[in-house]
């Protein structure tokens, strides 16, 4: 749609590139081409999205979440580093000390997801990838050897650049590789690595607690798969997305065919040459020889003036802003310093329940997303998890002062952490980094940078409240406010989330169209879901014959 509201027009770069085979062009009444009515024509026929995704997406999923893997790993072994460091930065570190290095990385990805996207169309995807591996490997290895407070921050606040930059392209990569039906399930790959990064990370914090100089250890271990995936990423594919909007369609045809192509099953050229010349379609309604700061007003002011874009970028803000300030991440950075306070011997070891069990309902997310969809899951964990800290914030108020583990109410204490974190994972501790499909191309970037950085501007404040909060309006009051957010999220999902589960990213473009079209995304969803249970039908049935 364009910013006046009218039918999308298709403009130079696709004009020039439709060939004989294409149908017929058609013209609405102002003699422009009719983008919706063209691709509804190519689409008809074009149904490999039905298919098994090749195994080699699988495995580029995989080296993709490495991204996943640093993300989580990097913010997950500050909470075991900061009780190790001790005098070894010159000095006994404070309580400020420790604040600064904690949320540079946080500071550093908010900035660093901020021009991630504009990064990704200039560059593309790969390029800013094995960029973001540089920043991890020189952030590591200024903290690794750090001798002054103010080193190890300035490598966390590097490494920070690397690690939002990360969270933004990993997500988005995958999402323009996979076939729709599987989109939401290798997402969540990404999310389960970085569930995993945090898990192992607290693991090997607690492993060598004690050791002289193991919190170096420790953060230099993160510098192996950085340097692992740049050597792999060199020789990774763009995706045919990016590719179509550089005009490199040969290319984007090549990526299109290895994606959709089965184990023993060659995808139909003719189908192939369709399936890219929608791709051009939806994807690339801009001048190729626009300077990039031309593109970028070009989707600033689509992003903001095109309702359909706008409505994306509330929904893709809104559900970041929920997952950070319903206040998870002060557990996942505070957890120790938490159960130290309710009674328990051992404070890293129950934090390391709370990683763990994260990491378990995100396998669950893995399972569940794209069988009982996005909108679902969350309207049914977003209420849990308010329910959860309320209970949680009762059996603060009951806590004697000198607890010790054995008192009842710091058993309360960790079964609503758990119960909380459960219900967090399973859902908005996943979901929002579907952000990708909301965006059509020419926007992806620039609207998948503001969610980003809505989600790392979140972090830091969460970060850096939650201490004062605790001890300004006492545990109770801090995680009865959390509940209150919650709620509000769960009333935001309720309102503004479309479902979007097994919808091609062009779908949902027609989706937020012209409302959050509710209603009729379930049903679209619904429908595309019963088509592909008969597609796989069909395939079992052919292959028994
Ligand atoms: O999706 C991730 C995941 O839930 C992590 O556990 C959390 O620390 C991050 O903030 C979030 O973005």
């Known amino acids: 749609m364009t910013a006046d509201g009218k039918t999308a027009s298709i403009q130079a770069p696709v004009e020039l590139t439709l060939t004989s085979q294409m149908p017929a062009e058609k013209e609405t009444d102002n003699g422009q081409y009719d983008a919706d009515a063209i691709a509804r024509e190519i689409a008809n026929g074009v149904d490999i999205e039905d298919g098994q995704p090749n195994p080699f997406v699988f495995l580029l999923t995989i080296l993709v979440s490495f991204s996943g893997f640093l993300f989580g790993y990097d913010t997950g072994y500050v909470s075991g580093a900061l009780v190790a460091i001790g005098t070894d930065l010159g000095r006994e570190i404070t309580s400020s000390d420790k604040e600064f290095i904690t949320s540079a990385t946080s500071l550093g990805a908010l900035l660093g997801g901020i021009i991630a996207g504009t990064l990704a169309d200039v560059l593309g995807r790969k390029w800013v990838t094995i960029g973001a591996n540089t920043l991890f490997v020189v952030g590591a290895a200024l903290q690794t050897g750090a001798h002054t407070v103010w080193t190890m921050i300035g490598g966390r606040f590097i490494m920070g650049w690397g690690v939002g930059i990360a969270s933004l392209i990993a997500p988005l990569y995958i999402s323009e590789m996979a076939p729709s039906r599987f989109r939401g399930r290798l997402v969540i790959l990404n999310v389960l690595a970085i569930t995993g990064g945090q898990v192992i990370a607290y693991a090997i914090g607690a492993g060598l607690e004690g050791l002289q100089n193991g919190w170096r250890l420790l953060v230099g271990l993160g510098i192996i798969p950085a340097v692992a995936q740049m050597i792999m990423f060199i020789y990774m594919p763009e995706t045919p997305r990016y590719l179509v909007r550089r005009g490199q369609i040969e290319k984007a045809r090549h990526v ?45 002011k689509q992003l903001y003036f095109v309702p359909g874009h706008f409505r994306a970028l509330v929904v893709a803000c809104g559900l970041q802003g929920i997952q950070q300030l319903c206040g998870f991440n002060s557990l996942m950075y505070f957890s120790a310093t938490i159960f130290q306070v309710v009674g328990f011997n051992k404070p890293t070891a129950v934090s ?5 069990t994260n990491m378990a309902f995100t396998i669950l997310a893995f399972l569940l ?64 980094w579907q952000q990708s499909e909301l965006f059509p191309m020419h926007v992806r970037g620039l609207g998948t940078s503001m969610a980003t950085a809505t989600n790392w501007g979140g972090n830091l404040i969460i970060g850096s409240t939650f201490l004062t909060m605790m001890n300004r309006i006492t545990p109770s009051g801090t ?18 989330y479309p479902e979007t589960s097994c919808l091609t990213l062009e779908d949902i473009q027609g989706v937020l169209k012209d409302g959050f079209n509710i209603k009729r995304s379930n049903q679209m969803s619904q429908e595309a879901k019963i088509k592909h249970r008969a597609s796989t039908r069909v395939v079992v049935s052919d292959s028994e014959v």
């Open 256 to 300: 299109v065919r290895w994606i959709y192509s089965s184990r023993n099953v060659e995808v139909d050229e003719e189908v192939v040459v369709k399936k890219v010349k929608l791709l051009e379609i939806y994807n690339n309604d801009q001048h190729p020889e626009w300077s990039g700061y031309n593109r970028f007003k070009y989707a600033l």
């Open 352 to 356: 390391l329940i709370v990683a763990g």
């Open 369 to 432: 997303i794209d069988i009982v969809g996005r909108r679902r899951i969350l309207l049914c964990t977003v209420w849990g998890m308010s329910a959860a800290l309320v209970l949680n914030a009762i059996a603060f108020h009951f806590l004697p002062p000198n607890a010790t583990q054995s008192d009842p109410w710091a058993i309360v204490i960790l079964i609503a952490m758990m119960l909380y974190v459960a219900f967090y994972a399973a859902g908005i501790g996943n979901v929002p």
């Open 479 to 496: 995680f009865g406010f959390y509940a209150s957010l919650c709620l509000l999220g769960e009333v935001f999902v309720y309102f503004c």
